[in-house]
């Protein structure tokens, strides 16, 4: 469970989320807009998080949550939104955080109901710019259960451990 962020980007505001929402044709989860709100994005701890069905890969660690206005490009929301815009990304495909590893996100789902989040590994996809839902791989159920997902080194340890004596 999350426990601290550090790193964050200077505070945003509820016009400045309304902005980006509305620049991007978007709705943000409510839990989302209170984290941005509260912490504006930046290194979380735990940082470990669960990922389903990504074979010899069970847990992902998230390298930074972007924010809005952020005081780096690379972990502004709007700037890496804008960089899957020429692509074939399907709108609704929002990306919220990068694990630091070959430039692999995490991803809210805002396309139906439920707002999942997901892990996006986009190594095959910056290899051909051909979007496949095989690249996206559940992770929890929403915003909020992702930060309740979050685990500490040692929680992972355990928790590989005793799946690899079943």
Known sequence: MLSRVDNQNAATTAVAIQSFE???RITLPN????????????????DNFPIANLANNQ????QFLYGVGARHPTVDLDIVLNEYTPSSVPHG???IGC?????????????GPGEP???FDSIPFW??????ESYLYPVAADFAALLASLKTDEEVDL????????
């Not at 839990?31 to 701890?45: E, M, Q, S, V």
């Not at 847990?59 to 998230?62: E, K, N």
């Open 159 to 166: 928790s590989v451990r005793a799946g690899s004596e079943n």
């Open 117 to 119: 989040v997901k892990f």
């Open 59 to 62: 847990f992902g660690r998230i």
């Open 93 to 95: 495909i929002l990306p």
């Open 31 to 46: 839990a989302y807009k209170i984290f941005l709100l509260n912490t504006n994005g930046g290194r979380p701890t735990p």
């Open 99 to 111: 694990t630091g590893y070959e430039n692999t996100q995490i991803i809210l789902d805002l396309r």
């Open 22 to 24: 509305a620049k991007n």
């Open 127 to 132: 290899g051909n710019n051909i979007w496949n």
